[in-house]
């Protein structure tokens, strides 16, 4: 008898540990390639750039750094001062253009994943479907002169991502195999909610791109006040 327990006991560990396993979905961007630089050059004169940003998130300044890496491979900045701080950068250039980003950025979740969670684990649906997760990024850039300190330009880039993803944070609730599937009923309540996991997955997946994309609006936008000579006369 305590044979056929143990058994029973290693069967049931062994089945929970295969379908909590079998029912993970790797990050997935449904939408990746509508949000990349399409790589159409700088007709502009490049100039000194200092960037500052108003965040103190670790994940917003992360895009703010790829950012900054793109302005560089854009042509449109000689140099790049980040963070930029007048006090701090005394003894080097003054920049030319003052690049404020302000990133906004709300997660959520979706009705659906209820659905997927409850009856579709029925069929193994975070595993091919993964639960939905949005992503929506709003890139607030304010380009100051860095000499007079008017104003150049303020302007929006938003950013959409359609996410999907599942780990085993939330498929371990596939227990319902085993039992009359009140754990995924219930669980499918809760995972409507967004998946803090998926931030920093999201983040590294994406952050060459957003990079890319917001850099080539800056760089358009700097080109287009550079080319009729103040960018020339500021440095005079």
Known sequence: ??????????????????????????????????????????????VCLGVVTDTVEAVETEYVRSICM?????????????????????RDPKADVIVKISPLMDYSGSGWNFLINWPGFLIFTPAWNGYIYHADMDFRI?????????TIDNFSVPVRYNIRHAAMNRTWTEVGWLEVSLIPFIGGFVFVQYDDNVTELLLQKVKGDVGNYVSDKIASRIAGYSTHGKGKTRRQ
Request: with cysteine; glycine share 8%; net charge positive.
């Open 1 to 46: 008898m305590k044979k056929y327990r143990m058994f029973l006991l290693i069967f049931g560990v062994a089945v929970i540990s295969f379908v909590c396993s079998a029912c993970s979905h790797t990050l997935e961007v449904k939408n990746l390639n509508t949000y990349r630089s399409l790589g159409l050059g700088y007709s502009g004169e490049s």
């Open 70 to 90: 793109a302005l560089q491979n854009t042509g449109c900045a000689s140099r790049i001062l980040f963070p930029y701080n007048l006090s701090l950068h005394s």
């Open 142 to 150: 304010n380009l100051v002169d860095g000499r007079t300190n008017e």
